[in-house]
């Protein structure tokens, strides 16, 4: 944890975008500047792929947001602000001259990240007020999902600084790598660039198109690197003999006339129609933020798949799903949940891909959400409910779903939770789903889960931890008026 409550945002665009879902998805009040007339409308369409792409990433992280402020200059954005990060156009002279003037207007002891994809920090820092305290942050896009941040210091960045903005990077999820020294282009843009001049020059030959070099890495490469990336992947290829071997075989071939590395073509007009109209053809119709929301979805995938491995990028993404989560829990109790009352443990709202022809949340999109209410109501008696899945744990065994009302794409929704009956294997239970903005309800589901062993794929009893917590509230909820819809079946 750090004591970062509020961050001032200095440009808005794809990046600057980015940094304020991800801060405003952990809860983090922004400040944000950028003269574009129409960073309102941008930002809310970045932050509504953001908010759909996260609750999947972290379905238990809660429906807490921070709060947004759009303001009209620079100074605004950083006074008040506890961290700054600056995410202006690539511009060195723009640079310097904003980072003077916000430093002299933000708090003397506030850490400034700078987004940069390859400016140095010690050109950046020349002019401002408390020098020592700006550190490079690059990240990646989509900076809501992507976990790197590259910390680069510059000639008169303290340690101090880079330590807390590595804190401060790491308490909203983010991996830090902390580079050594100041390098122009950092570690990562230099890999991506060497790939990326390699590509261009064989469509520039006609070698491949813009698809084909793509393809090239997607069904290939690029799945390794997602996971292992090269050096480790290569320690592999060279088999039980391991590295050396790998670097006595294909370490000649790096001589041999296959690249061109240290060339770039060069871009006339005719190349860059080239380049331009290839990748449009490759995206056909989709528009950017269909685009965006494909990564998005294929991100959280690969970034899921890694969590149950605990590995790379998903040891990140794991210790902050746990971190939301229980932060989420913490807010619950402090929120004072009283247990005689049906218990609102699970938020959400209607997402785009939620909805049918007639632009309502489908019958199973509700299915799914009372899912995600049983296993909030699991949670919050102590259930691991992600290592429940693999050994002993509930499974929902009958649901009778009614229908009462349409929630539209993009509706705030909440569930309330009734617990009908314990027994040492089997949980009864009754949600409601309400529209928060007025609390009409939408749909009802009834719900009987049993406890079983996965190995045996029988019933066994549930942990007397567990069963003690459905109990208490069981017992304090047993003076709530049975459901009205509550042992209904299809029918009556
Ligand atoms: N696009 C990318 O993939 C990545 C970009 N970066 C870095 O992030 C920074 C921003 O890049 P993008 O977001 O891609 O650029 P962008 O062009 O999408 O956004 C820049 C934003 O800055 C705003 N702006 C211009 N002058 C301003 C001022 N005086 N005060 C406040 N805002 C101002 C513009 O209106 C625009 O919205 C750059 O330093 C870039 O190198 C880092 C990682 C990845
Ligand atoms: C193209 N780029 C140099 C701006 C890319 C980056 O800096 C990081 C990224 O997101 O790939």
Not at 220 to 245: D, N, V
Not at 332 to 347: Q, T
Request: include cysteine; proline fraction near 4%; aromatic fraction near 6%.
């Amino acid at each position: 944890m750090t004591d970062i409550r509020r961050v001032g945002l200095i440009g808005g665009g794809v990046i600057g975008a980015g940094w304020a879902a991800r801060c405003l998805l952990n809860g983090l009040d922004v400040d944000l500047f950028d003269p574009d007339p129409e960073i309102g409308r941008k930002m809310e369409a970045v932050l509504g792929n953001a908010r759909r792409a996260y609750r999947r990433l972290f379905p238990d992280a809660g429906a807490q947001e921070g709060r947004l402020r759009l303001v009209s200059s620079v100074e605004p954005a950083v006074e008040a602000a506890d961290f700054v990060q600056e995410s202006l156009p690539e511009r060195l002279d723009l640079k310097q001259a904003v980072l003077a003037a916000a430093s002299r207007a933000a708090g003397d002891d506030v850490i400034f990240g700078s987004s940069t994809s390859g400016l140095l920090p010690s050109d950046m820092q020349k002019d401002m007020a408390g020098a020592d305290r700006l550190v490079v942050g690059h990240p990646f896009n989509p900076v809501y999902l992507m976990p790197l941040v590259e910390v680069c210091g510059g000639a008169l960045t303290s340690e101090d600084a880079k330590r807390k903005a590595a804190a401060f990077y790491r308490s909203i999820g983010m991996h830090p790598l902390m580079l050594k020294q100041e390098i122009d282009g950092f570690v990562a843009d230099r890999l991506m660039e060497a790939l990326w001049r390699e590509a261009l020059w064989l469509v520039h030959d006609g070698i491949a198109t813009t698809e084909e070099v793509d393809e090239a890495i997607r069904f290939g490469p690029g799945l390794r690197w997602s996971f292992m990336g090269t050096f480790l992947t290569y320690r592999i290829a060279g088999g039980e003999a391991g590295m050396r071997h790998f670097m006595a075989q294909f370490g000649p071939a790096l001589k041999w006339p296959w690249t061109k590395l240290t060339d770039v073509p060069e871009l006339t007009d005719a190349f860059v129609d080239r380049i331009a109209g290839q990748s449009d053809d490759q995206a056909g119709s989709m528009s950017i933020r269909e685009l965006e929301r494909l990564r998005d979805n294929c991100l959280v995938s690969v970034l899921s798949a890694l969590r149950t491995q605990g590995y790379g990028a998903g040891a990140t993404v794991d210790r902050h799903g746990d971190l939301l989560r229980d932060r989420a829990q913490a807010a619950a109790r402090e929120g004072g949940i009283d247990p005689s009352m049906p218990l609102h443990l699970h938020d959400c709202r209607v997402e785009s891909d939620w909805t049918d022809h007639s632009g309502h949340m489908t019958e199973g999109r509700c299915l799914q959400v009372f899912g995600a209410a049983s296993d909030a109501l699991l949670r919050h008696v102590g259930v691991d409910v992600a290592d429940s899945h693999r050994g002993k744990g509930y499974r929902t065994a009958e649901s009778h779903v009614v229908t009462i009302g349409d929630a539209a794409l993009g509706e705030p929704l909440y569930v309330t939770t009734q617990v009908l009956g314990v027994e040492a294997t089997r949980l009864q239970v009754f949600h409601t789903l309400y529209k928060r903005d007025d609390d009409t309800p939408v749909a009802t589901a009834e719900q009987m889960l049993i406890h079983v062993d996965a190995g045996s794929r029988r019933p066994t009893s549930a942990d007397d931890r567990v069963l003690d917590g459905l109990n208490a509230i069981a017992a304090a909820q047993k003076f709530l008026p049975k459901p009205a819809g509550a042992g209904r079946f299809v029918g009556a």
